[in-house]
Antibody
Framework: EVQLVESGGGLVQPGRSLRLSCTGS????????MTWVRQAPGKGLEWVGF??????????AYAASVQGRFTISRDDSKSIAYLQMDSLKTEDTAEYYC???????????????WGQGTLVTVSS | DIVMTQSPDSLTVSLGERATINCKSS????????????LAWYQKKPGQPPKLLIY???TRESGVPDRFSGSGSGTDFTLTISSLQAEDVALYYC?????????FGPGTRVDIK
């Protein structure tokens, strides 16, 4: 079964850091670009950032709202993508989903596999 | 960024009746290079992640019931549920993947009357 499982969410104070993990199974993880999408409580879906496959350089891109604070990386030997979140703000509070790029273009895709999500709460 | 809007915000439909959701993009998402509309539809139920229903505006994802269909081109799109079932109660989102960053509509809630 093709699956993505996120972990690492929790309660964190503003200004602190948190690292989320996304573990894939049931498919060749390294062949796919991976994207993080978030949903704040009562709000819509927001693209956070993505990472290309190593075959295409593993390049990354980020939403303006997280640029310079969030970093996405991947370890294909473990089938894991990471979202390192630094200098967290209260407005980063959201459910964070890891997704697999399916069709479209580079850094602009529809997503066919989603993890269950992990909740990040930024509060003092 | 391309702005996606949806209408209505919510709708209630009787079991077995048709539900229609509209999505509009602030600019065309039709690619001249491959003549495809870079538009997807997702279903989201409480406590679950979004589920891809439709991509390329009208291609149904594997395993999605054929009562779900997508149509439209350019800037105006529609998701139709031909015969609403109880399990279709959910939020529905459209998404453009024509240009970065991808953007989603605000969602339409579908309930049973």
């Amino acid at each position: 079964e093709v699956q993505l499982v996120e972990s690492g969410g929790g309660l964190v104070q503003p200004g602190r850091s948190l690292r989320l993990s996304c573990t894939g199974s049931g498919f060749t993880f390294g062949d796919y670009a991976m994207t993080w999408v978030r949903q704040a409580p009562g709000k819509g879906l927001e693209w956070v950032g993505f990472i290309r496959s190593k075959t295409y350089g593993g390049t990354t891109a980020y939403a303006a709202s997280v640029q310079g604070r969030f970093t996405i990386s991947r370890d294909d030997s473990k089938s894991i993508a990471y979202l390192q979140m630094d200098s967290l703000k209260t407005e980063d509070t959201a459910e964070y989903y890891c997704t697999r790029d399916f069709v479209g273009g580079v850094n602009r895709a529809a997503y066919d596999v989603w993890g269950q999500g992990t909740l990040v709460t930024v509060s003092s | 960024d391309i702005v996606m809007t949806q209408s209505p915000d919510s709708l209630t439909v009787s079991l077995g009746e048709r539900a229609t959701i509209n999505c509009k993009s602030s600019q065309s998402v039709l690619s001249s290079s491959n003549n495809k509309n870079f538009l997807a539809w997702y279903q989201k139920k409480p406590g679950q992640p979004p589920k891809l229903l439709i991509y390329w505006a009208s291609t149904r994802e594997s395993g999605v019931p054929d009562r779900f269909s997508g149509s439209g081109s350019g800037t105006d799109f529609t998701l139709t549920i031909s015969s609403l079932q109880a399990e279709d109660v959910a939020l529905y989102y459209c998404q453009q993947y024509y240009s970065a960053p991808v953007t989603f509509g605000p969602g339409t809630r579908v309930d049973i009357k």
